[in-house]
Nanobody, 126 residues
Framework: QVQLAESGGGLVQAGGSLRLSCAASGRTESGSAMGWFRRAPGKEREFVAAISWSTHTAFYAESVVGRFTISRDNAKNTVYLQMNSLKAEDTAVYYC???????????????????WGQGTQVTVSS
């Protein structure tokens, strides 16, 4: 079992920045993927970014490339999502998730992630 806890959400003006954290506890596995997803009001949950626990391989949704950066601190069992140049359309509940599948990180889908956090609200005012 893995428990995930997100933090760092809040209200920010367009153009501003936030850093989300996802602290993992329990049985985290080498080779697992850690992902960030988001769900905006009235929309389905969508992929934002992912990183491997074992390597520095990262993968991003097109909509956040150049603005968001995912990173990890293995010693703290924590994954971060640095969000810069925020836009109103980034408003959503952000979730972190983890899973381990024998496939490239870029091939992971939402259903490959077994454990999910409760989410943290990010609101960007225009």
């Amino acid at each position: 079992q893995v428990q995930l806890a997100e933090s760092g959400g809040g209200l920010v003006q367009a153009g501003g920045s936030l850093r989300l954290s996802c602290a993992a506890s329990g049985r985290t596995e080498s080779g697992s993927a850690m992902g960030w997803f988001r769900r905006a009001p009235g929309k389905e949950r969508e992929f934002v970014a992912a990183i491997s626990w074992s390597t520095h391989t990262a993968f991003y949704a097109e909509s956040v490339v150049g603005r968001f950066t995912i990173s990890r601190d293995n010693a703290k069992n924590t994954v971060y999502l640095q969000m810069n140049s925020l836009k109103a359309e980034d408003t959503a509940v952000y979730y972190c998730a983890t899973g381990k599948k024998p496939k490239p990180l870029s091939d992971y889908t939402l259903y490959d992630y077994n454990y999910w956090g409760q989410g943290t609200q990010v609101t960007v005012s225009s």
